[in-house]
């Protein structure tokens, strides 16, 4: 596709439930990057994935959240169990290999955990 | 470690006036630094990065950036502002000198009053 893709755009669970978020990158971005922006606030990183390496996961917040990515496609962000601290916005980002290539963000995925 | 700061939550600027959003760094090595806007309700938008060379660099929609080395600062800058650049803006650098990871830092708010 042209740009990232995400879905859903907006998730409403009650909590307890357990979440499941996708990214679609740009072909050919070996990077890819999970966010989380709480509302009115910065970004922060939860994981980032590049070709086959092991992923970076020391941003994820606890042992409920997870992270998958099948080869250089789509990868999904799971959430378990989900509590109201977990409501925000999940931000996909993917680049090109190389040292600093820009990250190409999709439009994110509006979580609300009632 | 590398991280960058945003002294100003927010900057408020009246249309057709120059505008400044400021960025300062902390990086060991060369710095590599990029400035992102969010525009409501939308992922994250490349806007220009600085790798080598001159110190001026240029970008999207009109803004530009001043690598300063000795004053460690990246601000981005604009000559006229419009009122359709108001968003959150955010500054960003590598992780590592691999540069495929970012931190960013905690944005500004600029608000272009018409």
């Known amino acids: 596709g042209a740009g990232v893709s995400q879905s859903p755009s907006n998730k409403v669970t009650e909590k307890g439930k357990d979440v499941e978020l996708r990214c679609d990158p740009i072909s050919g971005h070996t990077a890819l990057y999970w966010y989380r922006q709480r509302l009115g606030q910065g970004l922060e990183f939860l994981i980032y994935f590049q070709g086959n390496s092991a992923p970076d996961k020391s941003g994820l917040p606890s042992d409920r959240f997870s992270a998958e990515r099948t080869g250089e496609s789509v990868s999904t962000l799971t959430i378990q169990r989900t509590q109201q601290e977990d409501s925000a916005v999940y931000l996909c980002a993917s680049s090109l290999q190389g040292t600093n290539t820009e990250a190409f963000f999709g439009q994110g995925t509006r979580l609300t955990v009632v | 470690a590398q991280s960058v700061a945003q002294p100003e939550d927010q900057v408020n600027v009246a249309e057709g006036n120059p505008l400044t959003v400021k960025c300062t760094y902390s990086v060991s090595g060369n710095p590599y630094l990029f400035w992102y806007v969010q525009y409501p309700n939308r992922g994250l938008q490349f806007l220009l990065k600085?790798?080598?060379?001159?110190?001026l660099v240029k970008g999207s929609y009109g803004f530009e950036a001043e690598f300063n080395k000795s004053q460690t600062s990246f601000h981005l800058k604009k000559p006229s502002a419009l009122v359709s650049d108001s968003a959150l803006y955010f500054c960003?650098?590598?992780?590592?000198?691999?540069?495929?990871?970012?931190?960013f830092g905690p944005g500004t708010r600029l608000s272009v009053l018409p």
């Open positions: 960003a650098v590598p992780l590592d000198n691999y540069g495929q990871n970012f931190v």
């Open positions: 600085y790798i080598t060379g001159d110190n």
